[in-house]
């Protein structure tokens, strides 16, 4: 395992103030699938997923993902490195519109610089056209066909939240990490988030999954880790997870049905 | 070909406005060519702040003491060490970029209000040293500052510096709209939106915010220095707090998210600005033209809560709204 | 020595004003979250009320509660017409309309009242004490008796009254407080009328010292963002105390280099502060990053 572990936390620690958020966290993970992380309120799963994204700098201990310890690397630096996420309280950008809300994750492709954009030079026209086609297709396979050019703000909030996965996708990540994608959305969308699931990880991009609908959680993943006051509380396949009583303790007076 | 004509068509118009200016300004008694000029000049430093603050979300109280700068730099360029007036400008635009480029490089550190009070000390901080260095001329400025002159033309009169500040001008909105047009511009209106987003989506934010720093900065820079070789005088007024408020307010009258705020942001303000210093004085004896302040106010917070795109933003709204309802019908037919 | 001990004795005077612009300050942005950029118009309408009065041949008192009467209505006139109906807009865009509302008061000072200053007399006259070789005016007495007086009864508010608590609990967590049936609405306009208060407080006992004009407004505000930031933006008593540390150092900077540079020190204080230590110069940073 240790060999071919893909992503790896050692000892990674958070503490807010006095507060231990997360506590010498130790997981490694092989590349592929989906990876759910679950736990009850303030288990630490979000504060978790900000340092794996950068948004936040761990106290102590290490990331590391491939090999490369990337521990303190900065949102955009994480990106680069193929790690993309979605937002639990969406963050799209509602001054754009849907296929520029894509675009914004390509900019890295479309060198030039500031200086040449201004000067109106040629040469990144091309690559420009080429990126345009490259999110037409995105969002068409992400359900967004024919909305290419509406304003991000104007859509219903279900298709907002398909905006954001597609910008995700659009940097195309090795991990991409969801925070509660499900939150907000009505049954029928939260349906075709099962078939979202196989298509990116047919593609083979590592999901991280953190969501508070248990039942999705364990339908929808290869592996569950349960985190309870920033600790590793079980680890296994879902219906291990599910079956184990310390979960149920931890969960007790929360619905888990799986 | 039909391309082409869209893409052109807002520069024909902008272009056929400018010409028009001299012809309606030279007439009406209202307005005088010192008023284009000065609209022109006040309309590139705004341009820069409505990228900055407007597109990239980063708000600058400060924006007064890179107009300064080029002011100055032409100044003493010029008269000290003997720089033909359009090196000074050019120089100065490119010791402005320098600075703000270091500047850039620390103040993003901080945000929304910590950033409008960062860069409202700066500016006010170089204000006060602006005024008691003797490189700057103290409280007394500098004096004698060359006119412009390309080659052997020297630009004299209102009409002539009114033409070169136009142009200037068109110059500055090509590179602007190219600027907010590419895949740079977008990532600013994104990191404008949500930094958050942004740099999990590849954004390097310090990086963009601080070339769109220092793009706003060398636009006040030359605005300065064109300001500096008209009047031929500076002094520390040129970096007065006054006059970053005052870009301010024509940034957000004009409308924070297009680059046609900025001009339009400059004639209005401007021309409320000429009125209440004509009308003022006439509502009572004992009140002068300089209150025009009060009405800058009015007019700001007005404009910031009926019309927050601002009247260029809020006309440009319109445009579209119609153009997107009228060939609905064919479009869909086909 | 003495000339040290001068300079701190005056700074502190100064410095009180500065304290009580930067704790209305503090207090608009803990409970609003916006900076209110027209704090220091509010000391300007209090000075130039109260002196303008008390130029006629009004009271001391009676001049005082008039100038903190107008002073409030300016208050809840700028956070009812400007802020309160766009509550929901971006940073930006609320810190360009509290400037819009600082120079629009401003403006219509100057056009009610015009360019000139006005004088108010000292509130106690007579001549003022030294001590050793130090000269303590009897005004000085007042500023810091007022202050300390304004200061302990805002803490006694904020702490001690049910309004006061549901105010600190608006500040802590909007949506929270909306829970428990505090109206953040009216939190703001409370927040308002006090730092129109403080302001106006600060005003009045300025006024024998300095002859207020429209004009004063700006840079009072400054030196009271100086003062809050130096404490961190959301602690009242750093606010007061940042108030105290700029007044000191402007005075003694004052006493040593050219008059001219009081200001540019004050203003490199505040931008330096901001970049190395936004969270004020008692508290740790944050490690947010984005």
Redesign the interface.
Known sequence: MTDSAWLRLVGLTKRFGGVSAVDDLDLEHRAGGVLGLIGPNGAGKTTVFNML???ILPTSGRIELDGHDVTGL???Q???RGV??T?QNL??????SVI??V??????Y?R???LG????LPS?RRA?RE?EAFARELLARNGLVGLADEPAASLPYGLQRRVEVA??L??QPRLLLLDEPLAGLSRAESTSFATLMDQVTDEGVTVLLVEHDVTTVMSVSDRVVVLDHGSLLADGPPDAVAADPRVRAAYLGEELDA | MRVLVTKLAPYAVFVGVLLLVPAVFTRVPFFTMANAVQMGILAIATLGLVLL?GFA?Q?S?GQAAFYGIGAYSSAILTTRAGMPPLGGVVVGAVLCGLAAYLVGS??F??R???L???T???G??LG??A??LEITGG?SGIVDIPQLALGPLIITGDLRYYYLVAAVLLVVI???R??VN??????L??L??????????????ARHKR??FV?AAVFASVAGSLYAHWVTFVDYHTLD?LLS?QL??MA?VGG??TVWGAPVGAFLVLTLSQAAQEL?PRLSS???G?????????A??LV??FL?SGVAGGVLGLLKRRRRTAPRVPTDAS | MSDNLQFIVTGLATGSVYALVGLGIVLV?QVTGI?NFAQGEFVMVGALTFALLNEKGLGLVPAALSALAITVVVGVLVER??IA??RK?????L???T??????????T??VI??SPHFASAFTAGAPYRIGGVVILRQYLWVFAVTALAVVTLWYFLTRTLTGKAMRAAAMNRDAARLVAVSPSRMSLLAFVLAALLGAIGGIVLAPLQAPSAGIG?ALG?KG??AA?LGG?NSPTGAVAGGLLIGVIESVAAGYL?S??K??IA??I??LV??IR?NGLLRRASSVR?
Do not use: K
């Open positions: 994204s950068g948004a900065r949102p955009d994480m990106n680069g993309s996420r937002f963050e799209i950008f509602g001054s754009l520029d809300n675009l914004v994750a390509r900019e890295r479309v030039g610089g500031a954009a201004m000067l109106g990144g420009a990126q910008r995700a659009a940097s | 603050a979300g708000i109280i620390f103040i550190r901080v929304g209000h910590y409008a009070l960062a409202l000390a700066f006010l901080m006060n040293i005024r008691q409280a090509v590179l602007a190219n600027l590419s895949a740079f511009g977008r990532s209106r994104a404008g939106d949500s930094e958050i987003a942004a740099a999990s989506s590849g954004v390097d934010l070339v769109v793009v707090l408020i301010l307010i957000t924070l998210r003022l004992n009140i002068g300089e209150f025009e302040i009060a009405v800058f106010g009015l700001l917070i910031l809560l927050p | 942005h900076i017409l400007a109906p766009a807009s971006t940073i930006e865009r810190i360009i309309l400037i819009g509302a600082s120079i629009a008061i401003q403006g219509i100057l056009v015009g360019t700006i400054l963002f100086t930031v933006l050219p001219g540079y200001d540019a203003f490199g505040l931008f901001l970049l936004p984005v």
